[in-house]
């Protein structure tokens, strides 16, 4: 799983999402290819906010009756694991006649949580056969008679119930809360020996050592190195089918990755260097490059160069980076643990300026 991807944790929920928005409508009814079904209710869910741990927010479904009613219609909130009501009706019934809406509005809050969720709402509705008949004949009145005939015949067959849902994701990490999609995001925390009342956020490296373990990957050539010295390389590499810039852009995430590595076992003059040799490629990508610079001002404060540091999380805070926000949160954790709490908060702010679910920044700016 490339973690260095935008939305990468969103990815299972945000690919069911897309994979049902392009499906035709065919067949979802029973209808045959060619004249569509039409809807005959329309289900939506909203929230009021992005959801982050320990904070209630607001669920809303609306449903509307387009085509025919309801009678005694069971509807039900299907909600992730952790997520608890606070008041409102989960599941019910519903009355509605043609051209009525209802709205049903949850209060909830999550107790811990949920970095890849989502809310659903469905509606039970049972086939209007009169009212769908209809309303074909009055929207298909131009078509060929046969299609008509045919959708009309196969609404005629069908029983029961279909089932109408809609879907909202999001994402509520620990530290942040998104709604709708995760975008570009830091998922780790680094806790100096040196300072454990700052928690500097950074991106995370890839779990698992390579093959071979840290140390054979230590001094080795880098691919862009590699790639510069051989052109033909990069020839070879493409009739193979395979793409150099993947190539480098997997050697830069191996490098960032060893160079965490090495600042969670205390070798900070290693990780220094290594973060620094990866900010300074400005062919690296931009994700990367912030990463290791914000990981090169991590390794600086972890060495007691807290001046250094500082001055690179105020230069990345005042960058048009969607990261940005983590410089202003770090350069806030470096304030506070001098003791200047004042100036800290101030960075807080900026930090939930950027994303107003900053779970952990909102946290720091409680404490007193």
């Not at 944790?9 to 994979?19: H, N």
């Not at 069908?158 to 909202?168: C, D, T, Y």
């Not at 010295?229 to 050697?251: C, H, V």
Request: contains cysteine.
């Amino acid at each position: 799983m490339d973690i260095f991807s935008k939305g990468w944790v969103r990815l299972p929920v945000l690919a069911l999402v897309l994979l049902l928005s392009l499906m035709p409508n065919d067949g979802a009814y029973g209808d045959l290819p060619g004249l569509r079904l039409p809807d005959w209710i329309g289900v939506q869910v909203s929230l009021s906010g992005t959801p982050e741990v320990d904070r209630p927010f607001s669920v809303t479904g609306t449903v509307e009756v387009l085509i025919g009613e309801l009678k005694a219609a069971p509807y039900a909130f299907h909600l992730p694991d952790g997520l608890k009501v606070i008041s409102g009706v989960r599941q019910g019934e519903l009355t509605l006649k043609q051209g009525e809406s209802r709205r049903i509005e949850l209060r909830c809050q999550l107790s811990k949580a949920a970095p890849d969720a989502s809310l659903t709402l469905e509606v039970e509705a049972p086939y209007p056969i009169k009212a769908l008949t209809a309303e074909i004949d009055s929207r298909f009145e131009k078509e060929e008679d046969y299609e008509v005939g045919s959708l009309k015949r196969h609404l005629d067959s069908l029983k029961g119930s279909h089932i109408f849902s809609a879907m909202e994701p999001f994402s509520a990490r620990e530290e942040e809360g998104f709604d709708g999609h995760e975008e570009e995001a830091f998922t780790y925390y680094f806790r100096s020996t040196e300072t454990s009342d700052a928690r500097f956020a950074m991106l995370g490296g890839q779990v698992t050592p390579p093959p071979g373990g840290w140390k054979g990957s230590r001094e080795k050539e880098s691919a862009r190195d590699l790639l510069n010295r051989n052109p033909r390389l990069a020839e070879l590499l493409q009739k193979a089918g395979k793409s150099p810039e993947m190539l480098i852009e997997e050697d830069d995430r191996q490098t960032y990755s060893l160079a965490l590595e090495e600042l969670k076992s205390g070798q900070q003059v290693e990780a220094l260097k290594r973060f620094r040799s990866l900010a300074a490629v400005t062919s690296a990508g931009s994700t990367i490059q912030f990463a290791a610079t914000n990981g090169e001002a991590v390794a600086l404060f972890a060495s007691g160069e807290s001046s250094q540091a500082e001055a690179i999380w105020n230069r990345l805070g005042r960058s048009d980076s969607p990261l940005s926000r983590y410089a202003h949160f770090n350069f806030g954790e470096a304030l506070r643990a001098r003791g200047d709490r004042t100036a800290a908060e101030t960075e807080y702010k900026q930090a939930l300026k950027l994303n107003q679910a900053y779970t952990l920044a909102r946290r720091r700016l409680s404490e007193r």
